[in-house]
């Protein structure tokens, strides 16, 4: 996917600033009006969560819509975005290429990244497949 295509493009010129979030205890359906109201399809999962023996982890996650499909699926409504968000998020700094970021999905098997600042390392957007997709059609976008 590198080449012509995409030369130059970072992950900030295409990815969604911001960082929608919830943590762990966060019921499913309350997590589904995050992503209607804000239109987006996924939510990072992240925060204290108390197992069923008391003890306390910390979760990081991303809670992508195919998770929500999942846990409906699986008739489990009642569950909590912590039990359902990928455990693995895989983040870019936002000065990668997205020819980068198309690879890393594709290694990863994902459709969401989480992009973070080079200085600090906090996270500042979201990244998609569709981000992806929109920056090899429509390249004059995507430099501007």
Do not use: K
Request: charged share 15%.
């Amino acid at each position: 996917m590198t080449g012509p295509a995409m030369p130059g493009v970072p992950a900030s010129a295409v990815m969604h600033h911001g960082v929608i979030a919830a943590p762990p205890h966060t019921p499913l359906v309350d997590v589904a009006s995050q992503m209607a109201d804000n239109g987006v399809h996924c939510v990072v999962v992240e925060g204290l969560a108390r197992s069923r023996g008391g003890q306390e982890t910390l979760v990081w996650g991303i809670l992508s819509d195919l998770d929500l499909m999942r846990a409906i699926a699986a008739g489990r409504l009642d569950a909590s975005a912590g039990e359902f968000a990928a455990t693995e998020i895989v983040s870019v700094e936002s000065t990668t290429q997205v020819a980068d970021v198309a690879s890393l999905m594709a290694e990863h098997e994902c459709t969401h990244l989480v992009v973070v600042s080079p200085q600090s390392g906090e996270p500042v957007g979201v990244v998609s497949s569709l981000d992806v997709a929109r920056a090899l059609a429509r390249p004059e976008t995507a430099s501007s």
